[in-house]
């Protein structure tokens, strides 16, 4: 039995920073099929899963603004910003006010 896995890019062609995001796709790819050895194709297509589900679902995009593909495209990227903004936020204040009670004490 064959197995073929499909990935869908939304790409513009004669852009060249598409050709970068494809070969940066199989690069990563490629290192961690090479971690292993896969005795049937079986084992490497559930470990391609396990990566696709990974890189989609958990891995940060620096390129994202550290979101994950799966945030942007459900949209929650927005939410998750403000959120990380808010926590942001209330941590400087936080060490502002840890810091001001050291010195006046």
Do not use: C
């Amino acid at each position: 039995m064959i197995y073929i896995v499909l990935f869908y890019f939304y790409l513009f062609l004669y852009h060249p920073q598409t050709q970068g995001k494809i070969e940066r796709w199989h690069r990563s790819m490629k290192n961690q099929i090479l971690l292993n050895h896969y005795y049937l194709p079986s084992e490497l297509q559930e470990h391609l899963q396990r990566f696709v589900s990974y890189y989609n679902h958990e891995r940060y995009h620096e390129s994202l603004n550290n979101l994950t593909p799966a945030d942007v495209f459900y949209g929650r990227g927005q939410e998750i910003l403000e959120q990380r903004e808010m926590i942001k936020q209330n941590t400087l204040a936080m060490r502002r006010q840890i810091h001001y009670d050291r010195h006046v004490n």
